[in-house]
T-cell receptor
Framework: DAMVIQNPRYQVTQFGKPVTLSCSQT?????MYWYQQKSSQAPKLLFH???????NEADTPDNFQSRRPNTSFCFLDIRSPGLGDAAMYLC??????????????FGDGTRLSIL | GQNIDQPTEMTATEGAIVQINCTYQ??????LFWYQQHAGEAPTFLSY??LDGLEEKGRFSSFLSRSKGYSYLLLKELQMKDSASYLC??????????WGAGTKLIIKP
């Protein structure tokens, strides 16, 4: 089945130690998104790629970076994780941004803990 | 600013019907989505509305009134597995999704 895959499901890192989360998709979608979601809160969009075009949200901290080496893969790099970065990180894809009724498809998420 | 409002939590009984409301104020409107999210899992797509009216999909229906900035998700014949958070999201004029914080639905036997 075509899908969005995130690895790992759970990630533990130390305060200040760089960490990379990965996402891959077999849907061949143009757009890939990274969201941060904290308990009982709305998903917060960090950035998205439309093909190779990177779009950063204005309030995304510089500590968060992303790479999309090809259509299938997208990475979230947190350069110096702080305690406030502990959250669920969700990767999502969509065929196109303006597609009328096409929803975003989510991976299972990576739950990040900071020690 | 852009805003999506949903009740924080609702409780309902197995077999009953529940309506989860969502009101929104966004810069432009290009459709409204409902997602279901079980604890610790990713959101899964439930429904999409772009025109006024009711969209029915099995036990779930979603309603939209664009003039009122209002939508609801109706769940019928509730099952225990329907215990989850339900998130309302609006696609704005820039085709970005603006998300509500979700409504946690608790189903009791």
């Amino acid at each position: 089945d075509a899908m969005v895959i995130q690895n790992p499901r759970y990630q533990v890192t130390q305060f200040g130690k760089p960490v990379t989360l990965s996402c891959s998709q077999t849907l061949n979608h143009n757009v890939m998104y990274w969201y941060q979601q904290k308990s009982s809160q709305a998903p917060k969009l960090l950035f998205h790629y439309y093909d190779k075009d990177f779009n950063n949200e204005a309030d995304t901290p510089d500590n968060f970076q992303s790479r999309r080496p090809n259509t299938s893969f997208c990475f979230l790099d947190i350069r110096s994780p702080g305690l406030g970065d502990a959250a669920m990180y969700l990767c999502a894809t969509s065929r196109d941004q303006g597609d009328s009724n096409q929803p975003q498809h989510f991976g299972d998420g990576t739950r990040l803990s900071i020690l | 600013g852009q805003n999506i409002d949903q009740p924080t939590e609702m409780t309902a009984t197995e077999g009953a019907i529940v309506q989860i409301n969502c009101t929104y104020q966004t810069s432009g409107f290009n459709g409204l989505f409902w997602y279901q999210q079980h604890a610790g899992e990713a959101p899964t797509f439930l429904s999409y509305n772009v025109l006024d009216g009711l969209e029915e999909k099995g036990r779930f229906s979603s309603f939209l009134s664009r003039s009122k900035g209002y939508s609801y998700l109706l769940l019928k014949e509730l099952q225990m597995k329907d215990s989850a958070s339900y998130l309302c999201a609006v696609r704005d004029s820039n085709y970005q999704l603006i998300w509500g914080a979700g409504t946690k639905l608790i189903i009791k036997p």
